[in-house]
């Protein structure tokens, strides 16, 4: 069986909570403004793009280290279904605070 379908999804979960978790956003941002001021001074639509990008990076590594735990301890040497479903659980549980505020938002 292909993967791709799962990884579409956490990719989508990822994307989602990249751009409008309440929780992740804010710190990100001021993250990057410690360690990169001159991104705000060259262009904010950078900045932006960067918080976004590393939201959506974050996300998916956390909701991976349980597929990678259960990986572990099953001794597989590649990622079947069974990962895959954890890992699209575990995405999908970090970006819930996103989710709920992009139904807020009504789209």
């Not at 956490?10 to 990249?18: E, P, R, T």
């Not at 403004?33 to 262009?43: D, I």
């Not at 918080?51 to 597929?67: E, H, K, N, R």
Request: no cysteine; charged share 5%; net charge neutral.
């Amino acid at each position: 069986m292909t993967l791709q379908p799962y990884i579409i999804a956490i990719v989508a979960f990822g994307m989602l909570s990249g751009m409008f978790s309440t929780v992740l956003v804010p710190n990100i941002y001021g993250a990057l403004l410690l360690l990169a001021p001159g991104l705000l001074v060259a262009s904010p639509n950078v900045l932006v793009f960067l918080v976004y990008l590393v939201g959506a990076t974050l996300t998916i590594m956390i909701g991976g280290i349980p597929a990678a735990l259960y990986e572990r301890t099953t001794g597989s040497r590649e990622s079947g279904v069974v990962s895959m479903w954890i890992w699209l659980a575990g995405t999908a549980f970090v970006s819930l605070p996103a989710i709920a505020t992009f139904l807020e938002l009504g789209f």
